[in-house]
T-cell receptor, first 114, second 113 residues
Framework: NAGVTQTPKFRVLKTGQSMTLLCAQD?????MYWYRQDPGMGLRLIHY???????AKGEVPDGYNVSRLKKQNFLLGLESAAPSQTSVYFC?????????????FGPGTRLLVL | GESVGLHLPTLSVQEGDNSIINCAYS??????FIWYKQESGKGPQFIID?????DKRQGQRVTVLLNKTVKHLSLQIAATQPGDSAVYFC????????????FGAGTQVVVTP
């Protein structure tokens, strides 16, 4: 049971390039989330999904898109990367059985946009 | 908007002493709170949670206290060890939401020998 995994671990992009971050979970969780973490700030929610085929915007969705084609995978896309998107990205999942649940996090993807 | 915050950005603790990490929240509708630990280069790891109908909850070497009157949450770590060095986040879940968590900025705990 690997929990939540993220690919890649680290990436460098040039401004304007695109990329996709992959998150996978093997816990059969319904809910999945993408966060970004910047120095001195708490985790900020980018997008989330409450089930296969559904996505919704979080606190800071601009410049990102997501897809949840399979229950176990949640993809985060950057269509045209900007230096402001330099950050550490974390994926998380939760069972989706009740409102009060903890979230389980992946190890993170460190992204540098030049 | 309302948010979760921490009183101290950095806490230095001597090995073997007890640590207390504080968190203030301003949303009175929050009904579920979680403490996470994040080691350098890793993702946040669940430590302990508490629901708003409780004042105290204990785990292995950790205790979370909730004071709803003053909207304050604390994490106590007993007999702090070098492996406890990390950033600690509190997070709150607002009542009747779908499970969305709001995170504080974190407190860096440094354990000294």
């Amino acid at each position: 049971n690997a929990g939540v995994t993220q690919t890649p671990k680290f990436r460098v992009l040039k401004t304007g390039q695109s990329m996709t971050l992959l998150c996978a979970q093997d816990m059969n969780h319904e809910y999945m989330y993408w966060y970004r973490q910047d120095p001195g700030m708490g985790l900020r929610l980018i997008h989330y999904s409450v089930g296969e085929g559904t996505t919704a915007k979080g606190e800071v969705p601009d410049g990102y898109n997501v897809s949840r084609l399979k229950k176990q995978n949640f993809l985060l896309g950057l269509e045209s990367a900007a230096p402001s998107q330099t950050s550490v990205y974390f994926c998380a999942s939760s069972p989706g059985l009740q409102f009060q649940e903890t979230q389980y996090f992946g190890p993170g993807t460190r992204l540098l946009v030049l | 908007g309302e948010s979760v915050g921490l009183h101290l950005p950095t806490l230095s603790v001597q090995e073997g002493d007890n640590s207390i990490i504080n968190c203030a929240y301003s949303n009175s509708a929050s009904d579920y709170f979680i403490w996470y630990k994040q080691e350098s280069g890793k993702g946040p790891q669940f430590i302990i949670d508490i629901r708003s109908n409780m004042d105290k909850r204990q785990g292995q070497r950790v205790t979370v206290l909730l004071n709803k009157t003053v909207k304050h949450l604390s994490l106590q770590i007993a007999a702090t060890q070098p492996g406890d060095s990390a950033v600690y986040f509190c997070a709150e879940n607002i009542a009747d939401s779908w499970g969305k968590l709001q995170f504080g900025a974190g407190t860096q705990v440094v354990v000294t020998p």
